[in-house]
């Protein structure tokens, strides 16, 4: 009864179940000429939707290009769920993109038919928990893929490609040689690449010598909060730490696998009057059998949502990432980086060859060196000269700057 996942194969997990349970069901008691009736009645229930939320579309289409028949359509197929709890790069892209002048419609992973079909979440921006089948009506749209999803191109008639190469494709999980298969396709295909870190970009234009350099950024007005000190009073969960009245280094993002807890555990022990302060979500369980939950001065919150993390950032005095040194984060080009310059803390990393290129950051390879470059660090909490420093840094790598880069190779080659 394949007619019946094809109807169905854009439901929600919940869905999913139901479908499941009622296709078993069905196999055992409806016969044939009973399955062809089924299957006409839930084609036409869906392409009823179709042609609803397609006719919705173009009077998005008629309003944002009325007096602008060339603005730039971008849109992103399913890829990673828009959210509040990680803001990662193509959310940040897609704010940035509609926020310079691109019509932009994210397409959510999981279709809802209990949601809006497109809901606006800036000007110009769309999130929509919709099928794809939708936009097959725009012929002119950017379609903006990862490595990951590199089979939606085949959703579109003759598209623009938009390829980021966000991370080297050791770092994503899932099947490596799909993601490496993908990865060449769209290298072959696309119309434009990004490349994040000048190590990926070195590797593509070998194949695409026009290949654009793109890292991370911020969005500075949000995360220079913290260096205005907006924030009246600490997070309750920070209260019992601020307490202590010692140095409190922190770190937030994504705790996982090139996170180097043993270099963390090494450096809390030699700075035992250091209050060392994690937030982010377990992503692969490897905090859990780290060591450093167990230690005395360092304290993991769990995970925040992006609009709480100026309110955290305000009361670090000094911001790190202790990433594990290997031929992945030489290749990472951290967004939070950025953020901690704009809410002027400084920084101390491991030697990872991207994010060594800014001024400003203070690198530590041992236990030892990372905690003399923390004591360091400290020292420059009150230096104005080296605040505004990280300030300027935070300003020349913002979202809007990204997009406009972007915008303009577009526009000059369509």
């Known amino acids: 009864m394949r007619f019946l996942k094809e109807i169905f194969g854009g439901f929600n997990r919940i869905l999913r179940t139901i479908y499941n349970t009622t296709l ?73 993109l509609a926020k310079k002048g691109a019509l932009v419609f994210y397409i959510q992973p999981q279709p809802d038919r209990k949601q809006r079909p497109f809901q606006l979440i800036s000007e110009r921006l769309y999130v929509c928990p919709i099928e794809m089948d939708t936009f097959r009506i725009i012929s002119n749209a950017v379609i903006y893929l990862v490595t990951w999803n590199s089979d939606r191109a085949a959703w579109f008639d003759q598209p623009r490609i938009l390829y980021d190469y966000i991370d080297d494709i050791k770092v994503f999980f899932g099947d490596y040689d799909a993601n490496a298969k993908g990865h060449r396709f769209l290298l072959q295909n696309a119309s434009y690449v990004l490349a994040t870190a000048r190590r990926l970009l070195d590797e593509v234009r070998q194949q695409r010598p026009e290949a654009i350099y793109s890292p991370n950024a911020v969005v500075y007005e949000h995360f220079s909060r913290a260096a205005r000190r907006e924030y009246t009073s600490p997070p309750d969960d920070l209260l019992p730490i601020l307490s202590k009245s010692k140095p409190v280094i922190g770190y937030y993002g994504a705790l996982a696998r090139w996170f180097d807890y043993s270099l963390l555990n090494a450096i809390a022990t030699l700075r035992p009057e250091y209050q060392f302060v994690l937030i982010g979500p377990d992503f692969d369980g490897t905090i859990l059998t780290s060591e450093v939950v167990k230690s005395g001065n360092i304290h993991w919150l769990g995970p ?111």
């Open 24 to 96: 078993a069901f069905l196999r055992r008691i409806i016969p044939a000429p009973g399955k062809k009736y089924l299957r006409g009645v839930l084609y036409r229930f869906k392409n009823r939707i179709l042609i609803k939320n397609q006719g919705e579309l173009r009077q998005i289409l008629a309003e944002n290009q009325a007096g602008n028949e060339n603005r730039t359509i971008v849109i992103f197929p399913p890829a990673l769920e828009f959210q509040v709890l990680l803001f990662q790069r193509p959310m940040q892209l897609a704010l940035a």
């Open 304 to 414: 925040k949502l992006h609009g709480e993390l100026p309110h955290y950032l305000q009361y670090f005095d000094v911001a790190m990432i202790p990433f594990m040194v290997n031929e992945i984060t030489h290749a990472t080009s951290p967004i939070k980086l950025f953020e901690y310059m704009a809410a002027e803390k400084p920084v101390v990393i491991t030697p990872m060859q991207e994010s060594m290129h800014y001024p400003g950051v203070l690198v530590g390879g041992s236990a030892l060196q990372f905690a003399q470059q923390l004591d360091c660090a400290l020292q420059k909490c009150t230096d104005r000269d080296y605040l505004d420093l990280l300030r300027k840094t935070a300003l020349e790598n913002t979202w809007e700057r990204r997009a406009e880069e972007i915008l303009s190779v577009i526009e000059n080659t369509r």
